[in-house]
């Protein structure tokens, strides 16, 4: 049973407008998310990450937000440009130091 | 910059060949993992390691074993390799006592198995 669920595997944007990525986790132990970016020919690269403690976190265009009752974070970007076309992998561990579990991704297309 | 090499970027091999994936980490990381990643599936870990000649297997460490016999060098082995092994491979470092989104990469192994 997969532990984090990213449920729409695509998700197209245009250039300047919000893009928001969704995230589902099933274990409630996970008190630390994770969001990576990865472009095609190169290992991913972590972008953001919250812990349970907060319930939003921002770093530039890029804000993660955590529900803990429902189970469920999500990645605004705002706003979109083109170089963020991208498959994103959402990512969840029990600890700080604990393995990473990752959802199957949502590639973002952003179209000029 | 950290940086994780992986051998070769393309393979190709053939049903019932032992392949061998290296990764090579620059920055004395305790820790090596070993990833899949498949269409629809995302990232699968498949085992890990924290420290030279230790292994700890991952979600889906049927059909492989690692080697870890310098801290800078782990090895990924498919001892037969199968059609259901096509597939990118991923290697990873982190140093032991950071947190996960130190967590470093490297660009990945295409395996294709014929």
């Known amino acids: 049973d997969q532990q984090v669920k990213q449920n729409s595997p695509s998700l197209s944007v245009q250039e300047g407008r919000i893009s928001i990525l969704n995230c589902d986790y099933t274990?409630?132990?996970?008190?630390?998310f994770l969001w990576y970016k990865k472009y095609p020919a190169e290992g991913p690269t972590f972008l953001i990450s919250?812990?349970?403690?907060?319930d939003k976190n921002e770093d530039g265009r890029f804000t993660v937000f955590l529900n803990k009752s429902a189970k469920h974070l999500s990645l605004h970007i705002v706003p979109s440009q083109p170089g963020d076309s991208a498959v994103y992998f959402c990512?969840?561990?029990?600890?700080?130091?604990?393995?990473?579990?990752f959802g199957k991704g949502t590639k973002l297309s952003v179209k000029p | 910059d950290v940086k994780v090499t992986q051998s070769s970027r393309y393979l190709v091999k053939r049903t019932g060949e032992k392949v061998f994936l290296e990764c090579v980490q620059d920055m004395d990381h305790e820790n090596m993992f070993w990833y899949r990643q498949d269409p629809g599936l995302g990232l699968r870990l498949i085992y890990f390691s924290y420290d030279v000649k230790m292994k700890e297997k991952g979600d889906i460490p049927e059909g492989y074993s690692v080697s870890r016999e310098k801290k800078e060098r782990f090895s990924l082995i498919l001892e037969s390799a199968s059609t259901n092994q096509t597939s990118m491979y991923l290697c990873?470092?982190?140093?032991?006592?950071?947190?996960?989104?130190?967590?470093?990469f490297g660009s990945g192994t295409q395996l294709s198995v014929l």
């Open positions: 990873a470092s982190s140093l032991s006592g950071t947190g996960v989104e130190k967590l470093f």
């Open positions: 274990n409630s132990m996970f008190d630390y």
């Open positions: 919250i812990s349970s403690i907060k």
């Open positions: 990512a969840a561990s029990v600890g700080s130091q604990g393995n990473l579990i």
